[in-house]
């Protein structure tokens, strides 16, 4: 299965019709969660299918307006907080709690059993009608999320993907992730680093700045709130765009992709690191890789960290300590100089080449469900 998340391009009516689904699904999840509440109280078990029963012969005909919405609605914000208890009895998340308006605004509708076909840039979904996109979708699917996040609306949804194995260019690339440099590749490719965030941070913390003064929950707030989320969400999509890119062409022209396990959270612990790090975003880079490879065919392999790929000598292997700010490797021994992340990049590819990775190290990426997050706008 792979999932795509893309935006909506809506005009005022069919924001108001989502608007009102998520505040249907939101009514209809808080409905649900004070009867379980209560329920459990008075020592009953409830489920779902208990629910629906309650709230369509007792609680919906109370309310007219909810004849307008899809039924489907409460039907999915019941299943969604019958998920939420499971894995709150699973020790896997906290106790459900309400839903807040304005904060993860959704809701979730399928097509009676049917599948629901997405083809191009115009799409028909069930009761909703005719929707576009801003980039053409190519799926079948049996039921979509559409959420709201920054004042924008998207359409969530899962379908099943055959892999297509891409001929490989190259048997065996090392990738060394640098703080300087997004990437550099064991054959002297080099991908540079986008400083998104530090390109909006100054204005990102004007508009900060600007918004001290008012009064928390304000519609001046609200509105400058927005602006801040936009900003963000701009700032992450750009990061990821570069991220894509590079994950990408990784997988569909290589054989294996060997990298460096990076302990990132002792990274992270160091300040001047931190902020190049999360720039970088070197989870999403592991987690993209994982996935794309199983698409595209070519194998993940994972050096541990202790591989001390900066320090050696990709020429004759001579060792010496290489501090962060030294960008270039001078070996005494045999006197190459080289530069630092090249050297690092083909020391983990000569790792692999010469079998000196234990076979628990190699990993096909441990999560099957791939996802994508297209970035647009
Ligand atoms: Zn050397």
Not at 73 to 92: C, H
Request: aromatic letters at 12%; charged letters at 25%.
């Amino acid at each position: 299965m792979k999932s795509i998340r893309t935006k909506l391009k809506l005009n005022n009516k069919q924001k108001t019709l989502f608007a009102q689904h998520a505040g249907y699904s939101r009514w209809c999840y808080n409905w649900g969660l004070s009867l379980w509440n209560a329920a459990y109280r008075d020592g009953y078990k409830p489920n779902t299918r208990k629910l629906r029963e309650v709230f369509t012969n007792h609680t919906k005909p109370l309310y007219p307006w909810m004849k307008n919405l899809s039924s489907k609605v409460y039907q999915y914000a019941f299943i969604n907080l019958a998920e939420a208890f499971k894995r709150f009895f699973k020790g896997l998340s906290k106790h459900p709690k309400f839903k807040k308006k304005g904060r993860s605004d959704s809701f979730t509708i399928d097509n009676c059993g049917k599948p629901i076909e997405l083809n191009g840039w115009c799409h028909k979904l069930p009761f909703i009608g005719w929707v576009k996109t801003y980039e053409p979708i190519e799926a079948t699917t049996q039921k979509i999320t559409i959420s709201r996040q920054a004042g924008d609306w998207y359409l969530s949804l899962a379908f099943e993907y055959t892999p297509t194995f891409t001929p490989k260019t190259t048997n065996v690339v090392g990738v060394d992730l640098g703080v300087k440099t997004l990437a550099t590749l064991s054959d002297g490719k080099v991908f540079e680093s986008v400083k998104s965030y530090r390109k909006f941070e100054t204005k990102l913390s004007r508009l900060q700045y600007l918004n001290r003064n008012k009064n928390i929950g304000s519609a001046n707030w609200r509105k400058a709130q927005l602006k801040i989320a936009r900003l963000h969400r701009r700032v992450a999509n750009i990061r990821k765009d570069a991220l894509h890119k590079l994950t990408t062409y990784l997988a569909k022209n290589h054989g294996s992709v060997v990298i460096e396990d990076l302990n990132v959270s002792g990274m992270l612990a160091n300040h001047k690191l931190a902020k190049s790090i999360a720039d970088q975003g070197f989870y999403e880079f592991r987690r993209q890789l994982g996935y794309k490879c199983q698409w595209y065919g070519s194998e993940l392999v994972v050096v541990d960290r202790f591989f001390p790929s900066s320090k050696t000598c990709s020429s004759c292997g001579h060792v010496q300590d290489m501090p962060l700010n030294l960008r270039t490797f001078d070996c005494p021994d045999c006197g190459i100089s080289i530069d630092r992340d090249l050297n690092a990049s083909i020391n983990l590819r000569k790792r692999v080449l010469i079998g000196d990775v234990s076979s628990e190290c190699k990993t096909h990426s441990t999560d099957a469900v791939g996802s994508t997050v297209n970035a647009c706008g």
